[in-house]
């Protein structure tokens, strides 16, 4: 089990910007997949972006896709995502999980279900 804190969420106007900082725990970083994945009100939780670890392969929703920016860096144990042109839409809690298994993936999973840490979640708000 990885222990994660996440940091960055607040409110913004849309159009305007955010970068999302997850810092984990451990010695083994480097290898695990690790994902953002959020949930609005009435919303089921979806996956954002996520990146591999092995690999460093990377998936965007399609949502996202253009806007959003995920990354690593393994020498510090932290995630990031980097979020420009904010809409309303991206109003939702947004957390950071990791998948420690040591399973080897080419893409990050997509599904909830692989990940077996998470952190607590930050609140991102974009006002129109």
């Known amino acids: 089990q990885v222990q994660l804190v996440e940091s960055g969420g607040g409110l913004v106007q849309a159009g305007g910007s955010l970068r999302l900082s997850c810092a984990a725990s451990?010695?083994?970083?480097?290898?695990?997949?690790m994902s953002w994945f959020r949930q609005a009100p009435g919303k089921e939780r979806e996956l954002v972006a996520g990146?591999?670890?092995?690999?460093?392969?990377?998936y965007y929703a399609n949502s996202v896709r253009a806007r959003f920016i995920i990354s690593r860096d393994n020498a510090k144990n932290t995630l990031y995502l980097q979020m420009n042109s904010l809409k309303p839409e991206d109003t939702a809690v947004y957390y950071c999980?990791?998948?420690?298994?040591?399973?080897?993936?080419?893409?990050?999973?997509?599904?909830?279900?692989?990940?077996?840490?998470w952190g607590q979640g930050t609140q991102v708000t974009v006002s129109s």
């Open positions: 990146i591999s670890g092995r690999y460093g392969n990377t």
């Open positions: 999980a990791a998948e420690s298994s040591g399973r080897d993936f080419y893409a990050p999973p997509k599904s909830s279900l692989n990940y077996d840490s």
């Open positions: 451990g010695r083994t970083f480097t290898s695990y997949a």
